[in-house]
């Protein structure tokens, strides 16, 4: 994953929710996906529900709307997730050292709500070299054309 310090600045806003807006998000949440977005679980491979998707649109947080992903920049890993070989915008994914389960890996989670989203690994296709292996839960596919959502009503837009 690239440095995000040197990110060019979003249009998006990025600032995180309040206690009350993140408590009602999450109020909303499906048990998985609170198992996945807030106690940084995985669902089991090949069975995501945007897996196979190949629709033209965007990904986005499943907790607070914020584009993570673009649909040209999603490929076929064969990992059993949905993988991007780039984020929508630096700005909008950030990384974590993580060192459990025996291993050192980078998860990704939301710039603006710091919710889980999955792993970055070097072993991707060009331009980045970058596999982004994430979650179908923590994600909400917007075909094109469609508005974004908005939970937060902060009026983001593309």
């Given at each position: 994953?690239?440095?995000?310090?040197?990110?060019?600045?979003?249009?998006?806003?990025?600032?995180?929710?309040?206690?009350?807006?993140?408590?009602?998000?999450?109020?909303?949440?499906?048990?998985?996906?609170?198992?996945?977005?807030?106690?940084?679980?995985?669902?089991?491979?090949?069975?995501?529900?945007?897996?196979?998707?190949?629709?033209?649109?965007?990904?986005?947080?499943?907790?607070?709307?914020?584009?993570?992903?673009?649909?040209?920049?999603?490929?076929?890993?064969?990992?059993?997730?949905?993988?991007?070989?780039?984020?929508?915008?630096?700005?909008h994914v950030k990384g974590v050292r993580d060192?459990?389960?025996?291993?050192?890996?980078?998860?990704?989670?939301?710039?603006?709500?710091?919710?889980?989203?999955?792993?970055?690994?070097?072993?991707?296709?060009?331009?980045?070299?970058?596999?982004?292996?994430?979650?179908?839960?923590?994600?909400?596919?917007?075909?094109?054309?469609?508005?974004?959502?908005?939970?937060?009503?902060?009026?983001?837009?593309?």
């Amino acid at each position: 994953m690239s440095a995000s310090d040197s990110a060019p600045s979003t249009v998006f806003d990025l600032g995180p929710p309040s206690a009350a807006e993140r408590a009602r998000l999450e109020a909303g949440l499906t048990r998985a996906e609170r198992d996945v977005l807030l106690a940084h679980g995985t669902e089991a491979p090949f069975c995501g529900g945007l897996l196979e998707n190949k629709d033209d649109g965007v990904y986005c947080c499943r907790l607070c709307g914020l584009p993570l992903f673009r649909h040209h920049t999603k490929f076929e890993s064969g990992t059993g997730w949905p993988s991007f070989w780039a984020p929508f915008e630096e700005a909008h994914v950030k990384g974590v050292r993580d060192a459990s389960h025996g291993m050192i890996r980078v998860e990704t989670r939301c710039a603006r709500c710091d919710s889980h989203q999955g792993h970055v690994f070097p072993d991707g296709p060009r331009p980045t070299g970058l596999r982004y292996c994430i979650n179908s839960v923590s994600l909400q596919f917007v075909p094109r054309g469609q508005p974004l959502p908005d939970p937060l009503g902060r009026g983001d837009r593309l």
